[in-house]
């Protein structure tokens, strides 16, 4: 009897860890395409994986835990920053120093959940634009340590693995950022799966029942804030060691709220989602910003609003739905 019951299981956790195998194997097949096709931008294709990772840590947080927040731009920025300053001072190793943009990103978040989850709705999102508008003023005030406007430069980061140097074309940055996103992904489907990431949906959706189990919510959302913080510190990190400056955009509300609409362009609760709004979203801006200079943001504008009317559950929920209505489709013609 219990061997008939665990088959149904084993067999679904197959499935399960065959479809997370080959999505891993598709973004690896894709992001490889994009560096023989796009020789000449892979600065850019770098910038969209550091987003890519901003983006998904945002999602942990409000696709997977409902928390609002619009301040995700101070956990990318902390990361950004500290791993430019370490490089600076002279540990230019590009692990480590994405290592120490983790844990600057997870310091933030540690700190940034305490505050902000000791409110709820509309003052927990006020929270978090206060917290990142006062991490953008104190990182333009230190500027003998940030750089203030200006930036922070000198950065030169040692050759990956002692073999692959940072070049002016941004082919080492590219296959190192790729190979990190690969690894966080990868990670970050298991933490979502995980009795953790259930406990974590469950206070989104019914956390009157969840406390009723005694599971007290705030330490387990403040774990998801310091994941988060860490990912997106990894992000930052990322772009500090591919452009070799840090300036006050990485820590800013612009890119917080952009964060947040690639999200809900990809469809929030998923982590492919998070991928395709962040590419969608900055690949458009990249071609319609060459085409049109002066009214791009006009056209991006109408064709997100097109997006968000039509396709109200993101674009990885609409084709979510299409798969299931072409597969319910094809089963009832089977039979």
């Not at 599971?215 to 452009?243: D, E, N, Q, R, W």
């Amino acid at each position: 009897m219990a061997s008939a019951t665990t088959m149904p299981a084993a067999a679904s956790a197959s499935r399960t860890l065959g479809r997370d195998l080959l999505g891993l194997a598709l973004i690896a097949c894709v992001g490889l395409a994009g560096y023989w096709l796009f020789p000449d931008n892979l600065a850019f294709l770098t910038r969209v994986i550091s987003v890519a990772l901003l983006v998904l840590s945002l999602d942990l947080i409000v696709g997977y835990c409902g928390i609002a927040s619009l301040g995700q731009g101070a956990l990318y920025g902390a990361g950004a920053y500290a791993a430019g300053i370490a490089c600076v001072h002279g540990i230019t190793d590009p692990v480590l120093l994405i290592l120490i943009g983790a844990a600057a990103g997870a310091v933030m978040g540690l700190l940034m959940g305490t505050i902000m989850l000791r409110a709820h709705g509309l003052p927990q999102l006020v929270l978090s634009i206060a917290i990142v508008q006062l991490l953008h003023e104190a990182a333009n005030k230190a500027s003998s340590i940030t750089g203030g406007s200006d930036g922070l430069s000198g950065m030169s980061p040692a050759p990956l693995f002692g073999l692959f140097e940072f070049d002016l074309w941004g082919r080492s940055a590219y296959l190192f950022g790729l190979g990190l996103f690969l690894i966080v992904f990868a990670v970050l489907r298991f933490v979502t799966r995980s009795p953790f990431g259930m406990v974590c949906r469950g206070l989104k959706e019914d956390p009157l029942r969840i406390s009723a189990l005694g599971i007290y919510a705030f330490p387990v959302l403040l774990k998801m804030f310091v994941i988060s913080g860490a990912v997106a510190g990894m992000g930052g990190a990322l772009a500090a060691i591919a452009t070799q400056v840090v300036g006050l955009d990485s820590v800013s509300f612009e890119i917080s709220a952009n964060a947040l609409v690639m999200l809900v362009l990809g469809g929030i609760g998923h982590l492919y989602g998070a991928l395709i709004g962040t590419v969608i979203f900055m690949a458009l801006e990249h071609v319609v910003a060459a085409i049109n200079p002066f009214h791009w943001m006009t056209l991006v504008g109408a064709v997100l609003i097109a997006i968000v009317l039509f396709a109200p559950r993101g674009l990885s929920g609409t084709l979510d739905e299409l798969v299931r209505l072409l597969t319910r489709d094809r089963w009832r013609a089977g039979r």
